[in-house]
């Protein structure tokens, strides 16, 4: 896994700005998680860390634009990225924690965040559920799997129905 470790040790009480650009941090992730994606626009984020008596308050934003696959026809699809999220690290979460790793750590020198960790989570949550090339995308052909969008089948047909359909088509359901 991807770790960035930055020292939170000796923060001002109003806190620390944090930028990150690169771009080999994402590469490497999507490498690692079998992602198909390319950078359009360079994905940058910007943390604000202010320290809290029993963790640390972030806020940041995530922003760019990835180049990745269609989840309806398959083409390219381009996803801006414009994210902005708040987080809170707590110490005691550290040790609570068994099945999810913390992105604090408590070494020699004090407390650290990993800021990969943190912003491969909120690059995640910034997806959206279904990557689409176009909101007017109309998919592969579940039949013959042409994509609709660049050419029109014969199993359009209205007349035609699914497999599924077919199937159900002499259903009787019983009332009472």
């Not at 943390?47 to 760019?64: A, K």
């Not at 279904?130 to 029109?152: M, V």
Request: with cysteine.
């Amino acid at each position: 896994m991807v770790e960035h470790w930055i020292g939170l040790t000796n923060l001002p009480a109003h806190g620390r700005e944090f930028s990150f650009d690169d771009q080999d941090v994402w590469r490497e992730f999507w490498k690692e998680f079998h992602y198909d994606m390319n950078i359009v626009i360079p994905l940058t984020a910007k943390l604000n860390i202010v320290p809290q008596q029993d963790g640390y308050l972030i806020q940041g934003h995530l922003g760019g634009t990835v180049k990745t696959v269609c989840h309806r026809c398959l083409e390219e699809a381009e996803v801006v990225i414009d994210h902005d999220f708040d987080a809170y690290e707590a110490h005691e979460d550290v040790d609570l924690l068994e099945d999810e790793p913390s992105h604090l750590r408590n070494v020699d020198t004090g407390w650290e965040l990993d800021a990969a960790g943190l912003l491969w989570e909120e690059f995640l949550l910034a997806l959206p559920e279904k990557i689409l090339c176009a909101d007017t995308c109309l998919g592969l052909c579940p039949q013959c799997g042409k994509n609709r969008n660049l050419e029109s089948c014969a199993c359009n047909n209205p007349d035609s129905q699914s497999p599924l359909a077919k199937a159900l088509q002499g259903l009787k359901i019983k009332t009472n």
